[in-house]
């Protein structure tokens, strides 16, 4: 009998062994998308363009994005094969979902029976490697002439290829004399800047989580230490509490106090806003003496100028002789491929397109603030719009450094998403976040 059940039980977990070793080998097992990737990426543009159009000749084919301007995109990748090929008869079709429903939408999309989106354009770093990247719902390819302008070997590919990134930066109205010197200064006892909700747009969520990471908590230590005495005296009490809070939640760098001091400050006085264009709106009239915001630099272009509102009447803090610290803080919009993609081939087209071509890029590139990770595009597209210069000596607010120099320390210091260090300190972040903003 013993015998028996002792044989019964080496039996069952033999099989349940085979069992794990075969899901073990499912979950390795490359897919269709992504076998095709790994050609795609040894592919030249033109190469792709050809499987492109075979692939989706007559088609109708459905992008998803955050970005509206990826209609305009489409529209000029379809002209681009039209030009290769004047039978070429397909078209895309571009969808932008609203209040954060992309995930979800993208979710059900993949696991439907009869998949219809080919690729997505996407921002959220946080919600993109939790819910789309470690489940296997997107994919990404790296193009061949995108990794040899950043001089990659295929072992050093990112795990999500970035459109662009953008910069919200922290702007002031100067009518009356306001000034700010340093990044604490907007954290300071009666201050409170114009800022999109953190649950309305989640990216200014992941600033804030970006903020307890080793780099930028030094970033904020170098410029508390460049504050007078009596300033550094007025914030120390929440600076030594947040040292119990990073202790609390696991995060071990040593200068993490600094990041969540100023995370809280921010985030018990900020002033919640629905969007950045009435922000900017508000911020360059001559009536809003004195106020602050932290938003997207390129709604300076549309700015009208009048006898009441200019560019003129604020300036970018990280622009001004002497300022200290963070500047703002930078997000990426995402290229990627869904993994259940019925025109897999013209994905890798389109993003290669968006990513190595000026006339992909334009619809994005014409405007300041936002800065291809490809710097072969980056420069034809500086060469072509001059954005360096766009403001001249008239609007010098609206002359853009460019993204080595907002990127650096000793520039504009933004603070660039990480998805992966977003997705490991957003469980517990997130919700001591939410519990000052509601309880202050």
């Given amino acids: 009998m013993k015998k028996s059940l002792i044989c019964l039980t080496l039996g069952a977990l033999a099989m349940l062994g085979m069992s794990c070793n075969e899901k073990k080998a499912a979950v390795a097992e490359k897919s269709e998308v992504q076998k095709i990737i790994e050609q795609a990426q040894t592919m030249s543009f033109d190469e792709l363009c050809k499987k492109a159009i075979e692939e989706s ?7 998803i994005g955050n970005s509206s301007r990826g209609k305009t995109a489409g529209a000029a990748f379809i002209k681009y094969l039209k030009s290769l090929d004047s039978s070429y008869a397909g078209n895309i079709e571009w969808s932008q979902p609203k209040n954060n429903s992309i995930f979800t939408t993208l979710t059900v999309d993949y696991r439907s029976s ?4 080919f690729m997505t354009l996407i921002q959220d770093g946080n919600q993109i490697q939790s819910k789309m990247m470690d489940t296997g719902i997107l994919r990404t390819f790296i193009p061949k002439e995108w990794a040899e302008a950043n001089k990659l070997s295929a072992d050093k590919y990112p795990e999500l290829l970035s459109l662009q990134t953008l910069n919200k ?4 109205n100067t009518v009356g004399g306001a000034d700010f010197k340093n990044c604490w200064d907007f954290v300071s006892d009666g201050k409170s800047g114009m800022y999109m909700d953190v649950n309305s747009e989640l990216v200014g969520k992941n600033f804030l989580y970006m903020l307890s990471s080793d780099k930028y908590s030094t970033w904020l230590k170098n410029a508390f230490e460049a504050l007078p005495a009596e300033k550094q005296a007025a914030l120390k009490p929440t600076i030594d509490e947040c040292a119990t809070v990073a202790k609390n939640y696991g995060i071990a760098g040593a200068n993490a106090k600094y990041g969540l001091a100023w995370t809280k400050l921010w985030v018990k006085n900020y002033n919640a806003m629905t969007d950045d264009g009435p922000i900017c709106n508000e911020l360059v009239s001559k009536s809003a003496a004195g106020e602050f915001a932290l938003i997207v630099y390129s709604k300076l272009r549309s700015v009208s100028e009048t006898a009441d509102a ?3 009447n604020i300036a970018v803090a990280a622009y001004k002789d002497g300022y200290k610290g963070i500047g703002g ?7 990627e491929v869904m993994d259940s993609s019925p025109y897999p081939w013209t994905a890798c087209a389109f993003i290669s397109f968006m990513v190595t071509k000026l006339d992909g890029f334009a619809a994005w590139g014409k405007d300041m603030g936002g800065y291809s990770a490809n710097p072969a ?3 034809e597209n500086e060469a072509k719009y001059h954005h360096s210069t766009a403001g001249g000596t008239e609007f010098p607010a609206k002359n853009d450094r460019g993204f080595d120099w907002w990127a650096s320390e000793n520039g504009g210091a933004l603070v660039i998403e990480d998805p992966k260090y977003c997705a490991e300190v957003s469980l517990e972040l997130g919700d001591w976040i939410d519990s ?5």
């Fill in 377 to 379: 595009l980056a420069a």
């Fill in 310 to 312: 200019s560019v003129n």
């Fill in 114 to 117: 009869n998949p219809e989106y």
């Fill in 329 to 335: 803080y930078g997000y990426c919009h995402y290229l």
């Fill in 169 to 172: 930066v922290f702007m002031y």
């Fill in 436 to 440: 000052i903003r509601g309880g202050r």
């Fill in 57 to 63: 000749k007559n088609a109708t084919i459905k992008g």
